[in-house]
DNA sequence: TCTTTAATGATATTGATTACTATTTTCCAA
DNA sequence: TTGGAAAATAGTAATCAATATCATTAAAGA
């Protein structure tokens, strides 16, 4: 959306500190700085961006608590991650219309026919500058077995 | 959709075969195991899964060969990779209803805020035995700056 | 069949992530 | 405010996914 702003990050932050506490987490410099980092930026970054960041002025973190603290972080809600599927590369070949529904426990990945997925509008404004190659509609949540273990 | 029958994985062979030929890619006995695979299951594999089925009747394949060909099929659109972004876990601390809009090249991503995709109506049946959580739509071309180079 | 050129296999290397463990820190209760 | 239990961190090793390299082999058209 707009900028963020600096006022907005020290918002984010008091809030991400209540809510560690109310969670019961505790607050370490780690974690704020590892929040924070990720609070001011719309980059989406990847584990090792973020970690090389802190890096400049918190030398002597480590790249483990980066990886743990941001699982730790997601399981909690506190962030999201972009890509639930990011383990390894997953193929099709059947290439008619549809989406998927995938466990975020065990990684299944299931088709989905539903065609108010697979004809949505996309205007120009939310195009932007990118040439559309296509999208998808990625569902998440627990499978039957993943539920009963 | 219903169950892959044998006659379907004959047609879709042949098929394969023939736009091979089209596009100049030699038929290899590899790529066809590979695509036959591919083309036998509605379970998504991994490269990994795929190596190891193929092992069993193939025990000389490489796996390298595995990467190779589904990169090859992919880029020429014979298969489709279910999660573009594969690559790395990549986070949001933004938890405000919104999509992204990922760079096939660079895999930069980029915030979309769009009503029409944070609004679907998810069907009973398209849940199936799922516990959900949430969805999200993921655009994907190519960004501006990769298109310029 | 011959030849060119693409494809393969084997291995080494890189990159992302997880496992492990000793040490340190947070935070609550005394 | 301080002591201590429990949680978190740092550092390193190990694992897993993917890519690079290169010598060898195989496909397909002349």
Redesign the pocket.
Same mark, same amino acid.
């Given at each position: 959306m707009s900028d963020i702003t600096g006022e907005m990050i020290k918002d984010r932050i008091s809030e991400f500190i209540d809510r @560690?506490?109310n969670l019961?987490?505790?607050?370490?410099?780690?974690?704020i700085a #590892?929040y924070k980092e990720l609070a001011s930026t719309d980059q989406h970054p @990847?584990?090792?961006t973020i970690y090389k960041k802190i890096k400049d002025y *918190?030398p002597? #973190? @480590?790249?483990?608590?980066? *990886?743990?603290?941001l699982?730790?972080f997601e399981k909690l809600g506190l962030i999201s991650v972009v890509n639930v599927l *990011?383990?390894?590369?997953?193929y099709d070949a059947n290439l008619e219309p549809h989406n998927h529904i995938v466990c975020t426990e065990c990684k299944r990945v299931e088709d989905v026919y539903d065609d108010s997925f697979t004809t949505l509008d996309i205007s120009d404004k939310t195009l932007g500058d990118y040439q559309i190659k296509g999208y998808s509609v990625l569902l998440n949540g627990i499978c039957k077995d993943c539920r009963s273990n």
């Open positions: @560690s506490k019961g987490l505790k607050v370490t410099p780690q974690r #590892i @990847s584990t090792e *918190y002597n #973190i @480590s790249l483990t608590t980066v *990886y743990r603290t699982e730790t *990011y383990n390894a590369a997953r």
